[in-house]
Antibody
Framework: QVQLQESGPGLVKPSETLSLTCTVSGASINGYYWTWIRQSPDKGVEWIGYIYYSGATNYSPSLKSRVTISIDTSKNHFSLNLSSVTAADTAVYYC????????????WGQGTLVTVSS | EIVLTQSPATLSLSPGERATLSCRASQSVGSYLVWYQQKPGQAPRLLIYDASARATGIPARFSGSGSGTDFTLTISSLEPEDFAVYYCQQRNDWPLTFGGGTKVEI
């Protein structure tokens, strides 16, 4: 059974970079698409972007200028960097994986709350 | 981007009753519509994909229908564990988008 686990700071200061890692266990990271999604009361559920094991990426246009998703196949994990954060980036961040780049996503991490505050 | 509008926002029902949830897209998404269930403190759980295909392990009381811009998730007879928030997601066009959710409450 595939398990995903997000990790990273729960508190980030405004204007700094939010960095999260999703570690995949129970399956190889190779051959799948890996996605970041976030959820907040204000914006609801929002797709951030995905990375393929080859390194190909696709990002939401609304976040594209600030987002980088990377992958480390040797460590079986992938990462999210979101720069120049503001309070509007406060959300629960989920990682998810699947065989299709656009979902559906059967496998999800438990989610991690990231608060942007000084 | 494609906007998904879910209705009603809240559905108040009793166990054993039938639940009918709607998801309307601002433009056609073909059959590329997904339904998730989310309980407090948990990640969304995949229920239905491509409008009507049940995900592995999902009970038969959950069914999906529709195509184009109008979709429906039906729960034929509510079990206590079905009270949750339900989201639709379109995977036909970029960026991928989600609906605002329908809360099914007792």
């Amino acid at each position: 059974q595939v398990q995903l686990q997000e990790s990273g700071p729960g508190l980030v200061k405004p204007s700094e970079t939010l960095s999260l890692t999703c570690t995949v266990s129970g399956a190889s990271i190779n051959g799948y698409y890996w996605t970041w999604i976030r959820q907040s009361p204000d914006k609801g559920v929002e797709w951030i972007g995905y990375i393929y094991y080859s390194g190909a990426t696709n990002y939401s246009p609304s976040l594209k200028s600030r987002v980088t998703i990377s992958i480390d196949t040797s460590k079986n994990h992938f990462s999210l960097n979101l720069s120049s954060v503001t309070a509007a980036d406060t959300a629960v961040y989920y990682c998810a994986g699947g065989v299709n780049r656009s979902g559906p996503w059967r496998d999800w991490g438990q989610g991690t709350l990231v608060t942007v505050s000084s | 981007e494609i906007v998904l509008t879910q209705s009603p926002a809240t559905l108040s029902l009793s166990p054993g009753e039938r639940a009918t949830l709607s998801c309307r897209a601002s433009q056609s998404v073909g059959s590329y519509l997904v339904w998730y269930q989310q309980k407090p403190g948990q990640a969304p759980r995949l229920l239905i994909y491509d409008a009507s295909a049940r995900a592995t392990g999902i009970p038969a009381r959950f069914s999906g229908s529709g195509s184009g811009t109008d979709f429906t998730l039906t729960i034929s007879s509510l079990e206590p564990e079905d009270f949750a928030v339900y989201y639709c997601q379109q995977r036909n066009d970029w960026p991928l988008t989600f609906g605002g959710g329908t809360k099914v409450e007792i």
